[in-house]
């Protein structure tokens, strides 16, 4: 009885010092105690996970629309940037301020003596002794009140296109291609606003023995606005590309045709309104006030009265307006036979609309040109009509992203 007994505690007694000796070696040893906690944390992590969708990686679907509509707004600034220097060009209200400060500018005169002061200035150049000397303050008010307004419009397009880029860029909502457009977006309205005031510039200089009309040079006025036109056309093309979804349609040669035919249109139509600027610094639109004759010939005498040729095109009002008319015909009768053109395919809708409306569009356009020919130029109707051509060119816009964005 002894003897099992005592064998029964030694053996009890071996495996609780084996298991204490374990414990204490298991505790001693680091790479045991890692080893330990990883296959804990494994398990607990295994046991309480739950199945999560992939995080959306940036930029997506989501921001590209965010930033299309950033890029399409900053289109309509650009608009109504064109419109307004329309309209101060219009009212001959360009030359009115004779300075150009980034910052000190932007706070316009605000006592007698600062308003005084100004006008003491503008009386200094041509066009005050030529054109406006029996002007007045409180006329001088409203033509400085214009440009002031269109300079600090330009300042409000720097802003809209600068900011909201150092944010997305920030946020990470921007591709590597997409980073180059945007910062050439950003470089362009900038070039955009040293250009602007290298043309009023132009209009400033005093020419010895002249007594012409001062008007800023019709080669910068040109450069200007199709400096804008570039700036509007990029933003709005990359905007609609990013925010419109793409169509499901076979490649076929029909297709590639209507393509190639909308951007010949849509070049055309960009050629007829930089063809504006010209008639604008030139005052061209007052030549010959008739329709489709000009006077009572088709040809005028005066087409070809500068020598070189080459120079009536650029400085001969009547060869500037004559060239106006003959591209404006050009290109409704382009987008007439795109409309046609297109009504044999199986366009999808949206395209459809946006060709038609491009059509409808056009023919208003060219209305409201000849009334503004025939009426002689009223400042409501050429501003009008200054702002048609640029919905005309938002029209081709679309019309050309419908089209590109048809699946291949």
Not at 23 to 32: A, D, G, I, V, W
Not at 261 to 289: I, K
Not at 324 to 348: D, E, W
Request: charged content about 15%.
């Amino acid at each position: 009885m002894l003897l099992p007994s005592l064998r029964a505690f030694v053996s009890c007694g071996c495996r609780t010092a084996g298991k204490g000796l374990q414990q204490r070696n298991l505790q001693r040893s680091p790479l045991k105690q890692w080893l330990v906690r990883r296959e804990k944390s494994t398990v607990i992590a295994e046991a309480g996970a739950t199945p999560t969708p992939a995080a959306a990686s940036v930029p997506n679907a989501a921001t590209n629309r965010i930033v299309g509509r950033w890029l399409v707004g900053c289109s309509g600034l650009v608009v109504g940037a064109v419109v307004l220097g329309g309209v101060t060009r219009l009212t001959e209200s360009g030359l009115s301020m004779v300075d150009w400060h980034l910052v000190k500018e932007m706070k316009p005169p605000q006592s007698q003596a600062e308003w005084e002061a100004e006008f003491q200035k503008y009386q200094q150049y041509p066009e005050f002794k030529i054109l406006n000397h029996s002007m007045t303050l409180t006329e001088f008010k409203f033509i400085f009140y214009m440009e002031w307004g269109h300079r600090m419009w330009g300042r409000l397009v720097g802003l809209a296109y600068i900011l909201p880029t150092v944010y997305f860029w920030r946020k990470g909502y921007f591709t590597r291609s997409m980073k180059g457009r945007v910062l050439g977006l950003c470089g362009f309205v900038f070039f955009q606003g040293l250009l602007g005031w290298y043309m009023v510039k132009s209009g400033l200089e005093e020419k010895p023995n002249s007594y012409d009309i001062p008007r800023v040079s019709q080669y910068r006025l040109a450069a200007h606005l199709g400096s804008a036109l570039l700036l509007y056309c990029a933003s709005l093309w990359t905007g609609l590309s990013l925010m419109l979804p793409t169509h499901k349609l076979p490649n076929t040669r029909q297709l590639t045709v209507l393509r190639r035919f909308a951007a010949g249109t849509g070049g055309l139509v960009f050629l007829t309104a930089l063809s504006g600027a010209f008639v604008a610094g030139l005052d061209a639109g007052l030549v010959y006030n008739s329709f489709p004759k000009m006077g009572e010939r088709w040809l005028p005498d005066d087409l070809l009265a500068f020598s070189p040729t080459l120079k009536n095109f650029f400085e001969n009002p009547t060869t500037v307006q004559f060239d106006h008319r003959i591209l404006g015909i050009g290109t409704v009768t382009a987008i007439t036979g795109l409309f046609l053109y297109s009504r044999k395919m199986g366009l999808p809708q949206r395209a459809k609309i946006a060709i038609s409306c491009l059509t409808a569009m056009a023919y208003l356009q060219v209305g409201l040109g000849v009334s503004t020919l025939l009426l002689y130029v009223p400042t409501p109707l050429a501003a009008t009509h200054q702002s048609g051509s640029l919905a005309l060119l938002t029209l081709a816009i679309w019309v050309l992203t419908e089209l590109r964005r048809v699946a291949k």
